[in-house]
């Protein structure tokens, strides 16, 4: 069982920046392909941003392309999410997901992830 805990959300004006971090609890992230995902009220939850167990491959949805950038330290058991010029429709609670994975393939659905976390909010005010 992998346990995920997010942190770093908070409540920020626009044009701020947060980072999110993504730990698991007593086990490994290696070999474990991560994504983070956010669900704003009445939304769908979608992913925003994912990468792969070695770091190599990532993969970002438009609306975040050169804002947001996700990157991950195995040694730490940490992945990250660093946000950067943040907007008002950024505002969401931000979920990590994993499932085990050991190739450089990258996963966008949530359906395709096995564990989450329970999520942080994020609050973007103009």
């Known amino acids: 069982q992998v346990r995920l805990v997010e942190s770093g959300g908070g409540s920020v004006q626009a044009g701020d920046s947060l980072r999110l971090s993504c730990a698991t609890s007593?086990?490994?992230?290696?070999?474990?392909?991560v994504g983070w995902f956010r669900q704003a009220p009445g939304t769908e939850r979608d992913c925003v941003s994912a990468?792969?167990?070695?770091?190599?491959?990532?993969w970002y949805t438009d609306s975040v392309k050169g804002r947001f950038t996700i990157s991950r330290d195995n040694a730490k058991n940490t992945v990250y999410l660093e946000m950067n010029s943040l907007k008002p429709e950024d505002t969401a609670v931000y979920y990590c997901?994993?499932?085990?994975?050991?190739?450089?393939?990258?996963?966008?659905?949530?359906?395709?992830?096995?564990?989450w976390g329970q999520g942080t909010q994020v609050t973007v005010s103009s």
């Open positions: 990468i792969s167990w070695s770091g190599g491959n990532t």
């Open positions: 997901a994993a499932v085990r994975r050991y190739s450089e393939l990258i996963y966008l659905l949530s359906s395709q992830y096995d564990y």
């Open positions: 007593g086990r490994t992230f290696s070999g474990y392909a």
